[in-house]
């Protein structure tokens, strides 16, 4: 069925072409065959991956899975294939965070090299790719986080051309042994931009003057490696640059690019997060399953207990979603286009909502495996501390669902629905019976209504006009996805257009919870015209952030039935993952009830969105037992 687990031993990586297969499938039979001893040994030890980067090196995995086409000197194996990408993330989140990890870091120092002018660095990084090198992302530093304005790394000119790099950098991955580290700095002999001031007003172009992305070595010997900054076989390093020389030749970016090239990178690598995610989940799953089915407490298997089924029936149904919506996000990626921006808020998500899913996933099934899930055996351990650390990379839930706000008024409300607007005048306490219907009314009418209105009200045209896009096919052809390299600036996110999604979900309405859910989304919609965020809500991080919970959940859905549609997904798995959806959505609203900051009327319809899954126990027990079927269907070589 297309919904079960992935299985490394028996997947045959199909949707490849020849070359990607044999190097997904040395990969999977490289960890096969050091097995799963070897494996939590060198974890438990904390021993550098050296064995697994001569196998990079020999097999050239990261040369031909992360040189773009346009880097390859003629080499057809070699481009920058997000789908490809991705399944190698999967895989290597399969068999241990730390692997995954150091590929992820390479991609992200790749990142600002690849979408350079400089042709000399690109040349380089592609030389040190062929030989086997890892890169590196200079852009953390202890003192300031994600305040990148604020940067301390200070490069002073000097005569002649070039500068002297001082400056130290923090939480940087591959720091150790990086062949290029792409680091971001500012100039000495620049002002610096006010990040307090930043947040408010946009600074003008300007005021980037100072700021550079360039290149850095870690062999050399004004690079001063200070410590691995985590316990773990991972190397997270804290280095300084002591006045390090940096050439003409070594500078990526300059001015408001630079920050461009930073943003844009994390948008290419926060991608590969969910997943890491999904590859750890279903290696949990495994284990879980099969220990829960096996064993036997009071005369009954652990899976027969009320409270396991429950926890197994909505960690398959999660994990499930995550896997829909991730292969259906590839698509977005790959076919995006300056035209077409919609990735950047489903790329959020990735990195946001599956990685928080796959959180959840592995503490439910830790109440399900136990004491089992501790020993020193097992890969749970590894996954648990993955899984906790997944959504706190590549920034925060916080700064990826503030990124995400940014889409919400489009992605609810256009190409249809501005007359939602009028129900700001009811009073805040107005029956609910009436919002619904008024609500209701405007929501189903107005896409018949928007064309007029735009029409009688020249200055709505563009408000109301319908976005639209070619569709967006599967994509997991063998292309180069070299728009990722030219993504341009990071701003605009305001004018990026969205599809209308109700007709999706209506097209699943017969699946009970479904239509549930979009009851709730719709509701919410009206919340938003009738009690949006005041102006001080909107500069509360805390208020928009339960605002946040309940957009996202809408988007996320969206994109999993999307691939339902194209998989065929079982109605059942959809409406127990639906299930799950209400319930959470109903939470949310609760939490945004409760916030001492909500006003009356927002207090009043948050709650019109709390409903209740439809129970059924015929479904229950299809998806359970399917859930069921897994125990045993893998375990790694010992």
Not at 490 to 518: C, M, Q
Request: hydrophobic content about 45%.
């Amino acid at each position: 069925m297309p919904e079960t687990l992935f299985n490394p031993k028996t997947c045959e990586f199909a949707e490849f072409d020849a070359e990607t297969r044999r190097l997904l499938r040395a990969t999977v039979d490289w960890f096969e065959t050091r097995g799963k001893a070897a494996l939590k040994r060198d974890d438990r030890e904390r021993v550098w991956y050296s064995e697994f980067l001569d196998f990079v090196k020999r097999e050239r995995v990261f040369a031909t899975f992360l040189t773009p086409a346009a880097e390859a000197n003629g080499d057809p194996n070699k481009r920058w294939d997000t789908g490809r990408i991705a399944m190698m993330s999967k895989v290597l989140g399969f068999y241990g965070m730390s692997y995954w990890y150091v590929w992820q870091v390479t991609i992200l120092g790749l990142g600002p090299i690849w979408q350079s002018d400089n042709k000399a660095a690109k040349q380089r990084a592609a030389a040190l790719l062929d030989s086997g090198e890892i890169f590196a992302f200079g852009l953390s530093e202890k003192e300031h986080g994600a305040d990148v304005y604020s940067t301390d790394m200070v490069l002073e000119p000097k005569r002649g051309g070039g500068f002297t790099a001082t400056g130290g950098k923090h939480y940087i991955g591959n720091g150790n042994l990086a062949g290029m580290v792409s680091v971001f700095g500012r100039r000495a002999d620049k002002p610096i931009i006010d990040s307090a001031k930043a947040l408010n007003a946009k600074p003008a172009q300007d005021d980037y003057e100072g700021y550079l992305f360039f290149v850095a070595d870690s062999k050399h010997k004004n690079y001063k490696l200070r410590r691995n900054v985590v316990d773990s076989q991972m190397y997270v390093a804290a280095f300084d640059l002591e006045k390090y020389p940096v050439a003409e030749e070594d500078i990526l970016h300059r001015g408001e690019a630079a920050f461009h090239a930073a943003m844009n990178t994390v948008n290419v690598g926060k991608f590969n997060l969910g997943f890491g995610a999904v590859g750890a989940c279903e290696h949990a799953f495994y284990e879980s399953i099969t220990h829960a089915e096996n064993r036997i407490l009071f005369g009954h298997r652990v899976t027969e207990f009320p409270q396991v089924r429950s926890l197994l029936t909505d960690s398959y149904a999660r994990l499930i979603g995550m896997k829909l919506y991730s292969e259906r996000a590839i698509d977005y990626l790959r076919s995006a286009s300056p035209e077409d921006r919609r990735y950047l808020l489903f790329n959020a998500i990735e990195k946001m909502t599956v990685t928080r899913q796959g959180q959840r996933v592995i503490e439910d099934l830790a109440d399900v495996i136990a004491a089992r899930g501790f020993e020193n055996d097992m890969y749970f351990p590894m996954a648990m501390l993955g899984l906790f650390g997944l959504p706190r990379l590549e920034g925060t839930v916080h700064v990826n669902m503030a990124l995400s706000l940014k889409f919400m008024a489009n992605y609810m409300f256009h190409p249809s629905d501005a007359g939602l607007a009028a129900l700001r005048v009811l009073p805040d306490a107005a029956p609910k019976g009436a919002v619904r219907a008024v609500s209701s009314a405007l929501s189903w009418s107005s896409r018949k209504l928007a064309p007029r209105a735009g029409a009688a009200v020249p200055k709505l045209r563009a408000e109301l006009a319908a976005a639209r896009y070619p569709e967006v096919p599967t994509r997991r052809d063998a292309a180069d996805d070299e728009f990722l390299f030219r993504q341009g600036p990071s701003a605009g996110l305001g004018r990026i257009r969205f599809t209308d999604w109700r007709p999706l979900f209506e097209k699943y309405a017969h699946v009970p919870n479904v239509a549930i859910f979009l009851e709730q989304a719709l509701a919410f919609q009206t919340l938003l015209a009738a009690a949006p965020p005041t102006a001080d809500q909107q500069r509360d991080v805390d208020f928009l952030f339960a605002i946040g919970e309940l957009f996202t959940a809408i988007p996320y859905a969206q994109l999993i039935l999307e691939q339902a549609a194209i998989e065929g997904t079982d109605a059942a798995v959809l409406d127990q993952l639906f299930d799950v959806f209400v319930r959470e959505f109903a939470k949310n609203a609760l939490a945004l009830h409760s916030k001492p900051t909500a006003t009356k009327a927002q207090q009043t319809r948050a709650l019109d969105l709390v409903r209740r899954p439809a129970a059924d126990a015929t479904r229950f027990d299809k998806v359970l037992a399917e859930a069921r079927a897994h125990a045993g269907g893998y375990e790694m070589n010992p």
